[in-house]
T-cell receptor, first 118, second 113 residues
């Protein structure tokens, strides 16, 4: 398995532009998570999905952020319009059910998408 | 709401020194606990995890962590650090009534030769 695949790896855009980040989870993982990493706030959970359904989006900072998972192998995180304060590394991760006794239930992270909004 | 606190934001050590990074969480129920590591320029990798059983957990590269339920703590330790341990370390917790893995703000470790 190629692991969790994110694209693009780097994105530089201007304020006001739309940004779309993409994620392909590990096949068979029915949980998908989007995190944002910044120096000031560390790793913040934005939203997570179970079986393609958004379960908790309380971490999404504003209405400018939206996430979709149209099928089990693809998810997008969209920022429209983007602002300089959105600059961060956005990580996608996937897993089997994270809570429980099974040693398999560990999040596997993608390499991240580094977003710079000028 | 559950939260995770890592009190050491930046730790600087010389090689062969001992390491202990603090992690406390706030949740009264059953939890699973994790330490992840992020080496410079790389993505997060699992260092070790606690699900149940022996509260002293051994992970990769000589790291271990001890779950002390009464103190809501899961401190990470290594008896002798190496320069290659330079990285950022994240403690994380997920409770049984939710599937949200919550991370601490991370501890940046620098090890000098």
């Amino acid at each position: 398995d190629a692991g969790v695949i994110q694209s693009p790896r780097h994105e530089v855009t201007e304020m006001g532009q739309e940004v779309t980040l993409r994620c392909k989870p590990i096949s068979g993982h029915d949980y998908l998570f989007w995190y944002r990493q910044t120096m000031m706030r560390g790793l913040e959970l934005l939203i997570y999905f179970n079986n393609n359904v958004p379960i908790d989006d309380s971490g999404m900072p504003e209405d400018r952020f939206s996430a979709k998972m149209p099928n089990a192998s693809f998810s997008t995180l969209k920022i429209q319009p983007s602002e300089p304060r959105d600059s961060a590394v956005y990580f996608c991760a996937s897993s089997l059910p994270p809570a429980g006794h099974s040693g398999a239930n560990v999040l596997t992270f993608g390499a991240g998408s580094r977003l710079t909004v000028l | 709401a559950q939260s995770v606190s890592q009190h050491n934001h930046h730790v600087i050590l010389s090689e062969a020194a001992s390491l202990e990074l603090g992690c406390n969480y706030s949740y009264g129920g059953t939890v699973n606990l994790f330490w992840y590591v992020q080496y410079p320029g790389q993505h997060l990798q699992l260092l070790l995890k606690y699900f149940s059983g022996d509260p002293l957990v051994k992970g990769i590269k000589g790291f271990e962590a001890e779950f002390i339920k009464s103190k809501f703590s899961f401190n990470l330790r290594k008896p002798s650090v190496q320069w290659s341990d330079t990285a950022e370390y994240f403690c994380a917790v997920v409770s049984y009534n939710t599937d949200k893995l919550i991370f601490g703000t991370g501890t940046r470790l620098q090890v000098f030769p």
